[in-house]
C-alpha cells in the first residue's frame, strides 16, 4: 500500500482528546505537493509531511497500517475509495460497504462505512492503536498533514 494520512476519523472511539473522525486526505492535500502522498516528497524533494511523520513514528507504523488496512481494503473498499489508496478489491464486500458515504461527523455506525467499521469489524485494530502511545502520537502527527 502507498503512503497516505489519515486524520483522527473517529478517534473519539480511540483517542478522547481527539475529537471527530478520521478522514482520508482533502483534494487540497492530494494535490499540494508538500503532502503528495506517493512519498515524492514536496519542493525539493523535501520529504512530504505524512513521510516525516510516518519516519519520526517508525515503531507505530504496523499498528496504524493495520488499522488503514482494515478499513479502507477490507471493510470500506467501495465506500472509502480503497482503490485510490492502493488496495487491492476484496472478494466479497463487507456488511458495512455500500451506505456511498465514507465517514461523516456522527456517531451512527448506520449510516456511514467508517463508523461501522471502527464500531465493528475494525474494533481491534482500533484498540490497538489506541493502546500504543507511539500509534497515537502517529495520528496526532498525521493530523494537520
Known amino acids: 500500500m502507498r ?3 489519515l486524520r483522527p476519523l473517529l478517534l473519539s472511539f480511540a483517542v478522547p482528546a481527539l475529537a471527530l473522525a478520521w ?4 483534494t487540497e492535500e492530494t494535490q499540494d505537493p508538500s503532502n503528495d502522498a506517493s512519498g ?4 525539493g524533494g523535501a520529504p512530504s509531511c505524512s513521510d516525516a ?4 513514528h ?5 499498528l496504524y497500517d493495520v488499522l488503514e488496512a482494515c478499513l479502507y481494503c477490507n471493510e470500506c473498499f467501495a465506500d472509502c475509495n480503497g482503490k ?3 488496495c487491492q478489491t476484496p472478494d466479497a464486500q463487507s456488511a458495512c460497504d455500500g451506505s456511498g458515504v465514507c465517514q461523516d461527523t456522527d456517531t451512527d455506525p448506520d449510516d456511514d462505512c467508517a463508523t461501522c467499521a471502527l464500531a465493528g469489524p475494525c474494533k481491534d ?3 490497538a492503536c489506541r493502546d500504543s502511545s507511539t500509534c497515537v502520537a502517529l495520528v496526532l502527527c498525521l493530523e494537520p498533514c
Open 23 to 26: 478522514m482520508a486526505c482533502t
Open 58 to 62: 517508525e515503531e507505530a507504523l504496523e
Open 3 to 5: 503512503a497516505r494520512t
Open 84 to 86: 485510490a489508496r492502493g
Open 125 to 127: 485494530a482500533l484498540q
Open 40 to 43: 515524492a516528497g514536496g519542493a
Open 53 to 56: 511523520c510516518r519516519a519520526k
